[in-house]
């Protein structure tokens, strides 16, 4: 069974690409169209569309993800997989009706499953006919991450499906099937290792990291957080408002219930707020 790194660009995930040698170690790229958040350096920005075989614009992410990623494929000494979806105006665009834009949300999180499950479903499709044996970044104090997906598994039949098209009916409709494609390991929880771990090992490492992972406007994230990611991310904050705001006139929708993106923007806080002011548990995450 072909063994596969699932990398996020974090330094979770990445430790493990060190530390856990695969066959295969994939990533998967949020994009953008939106040319204010096109990725400044225009040589790496097309070495990205080479690896994606796909126009690169911007991403979601912070761009040091771009930067880790390649980092850390010499660092490992190994050839990292770039993979992608559509890019996430397109994703919200095809939820909506007449390609009104659809925000995703707390109870259909499909942005993640566009972007980062299917990619990867696409690249194993493409690539296999067997299944896999993917690694996961959960630490050991995140058991409870790993065993939801555990019962997903358990469920399934012993590994993860995806829900692909295989095929059209008479009428033309679409012929839906699920495809079991990977078995899930988690080697930082068999081996109980922690973030103290992780941070304590890439201290002096020459992996460049961002501050946070996931994208900047992420709706998990909390209106503090998010207020901090207007000062650092000012134009990929002002295109999740711009998307906010093409959903608030077809769906009345907003990405957090207790405020507008533009509302955050204009806040002002009674403290100044620092990196250190927030933890992981305020970032929110991609999870599967």
């Not at 006919?129 to 065993?147: H, L, M, S, T, Y």
């Not at 679409?174 to 941070?199: A, G, M, R, S």
């Not at 901090?228 to 769906?251: D, G, I, R, T, V």
Request: glycine letters at 6%.
């Amino acid at each position: 069974m072909k063994t596969v790194n699932s990398l996020s660009g974090g330094k979770t995930s990445s430790y493990i690409a060190a530390h856990y040698p695969a066959d295969y170690d994939v990533f998967s790229l949020v994009r953008i169209e939106d040319e204010s958040c096109r990725f400044k350096d225009e040589k790496i920005r097309k070495e990205v569309e080479d690896r994606l075989q796909a126009p690169f614009v911007g991403t979601a992410e912070d761009d040091t993800i771009i930067y880790t990623m390649l980092d850390l494929e010499q660092f490992i000494g190994r050839p990292i997989t770039w993979v992608t979806g559509p890019t996430f105006d397109k994703v919200m665009s095809n939820k909506g009706r007449d390609n009104a834009t659809y925000l995703p949300n707390v109870m259909a999180r499909f942005c993640t499953v566009d972007m980062k499950i299917e990619p990867i479903f696409n690249w194993w499709n493409d690539n296999f006919d067997d299944i896999i044996q993917c690694r996961f970044g959960f630490r050991a104090n995140e058991k409870n991450r790993a065993d939801n997906m555990l019962k997903r598994v358990e469920k399934n039949g012993g590994a993860l499906s995806f829900k692909t098209i295989v095929g059209k009916h008479k009428s033309g409709r679409n012929k839906w099937k699920e495809v079991q494609y990977l078995i899930p390991e988690f080697p930082l929880i068999t081996d109980n290792l922690y973030k103290d771990n992780i941070e304590s090992y890439w201290k002096d490492k020459p992996v460049r990291f961002a501050y946070m992972n996931n994208c900047v406007g992420c709706f998990h994230r909390n209106a503090p957080l998010l207020k901090l990611m207007w000062e650092k991310h000012p134009n990929k904050m002002q295109w999740f408002s711009n998307k906010e705001k093409e959903a608030q006139e077809s769906y009345n929708q907003q990405w957090i219930p207790t405020a507008t993106y533009e509302q955050i923007k204009n806040w002002k806080p009674q403290i100044k707020l620092f990196d250190d002011s927030f933890g992981e548990c305020d970032s929110g995450y991609c999870g599967l």
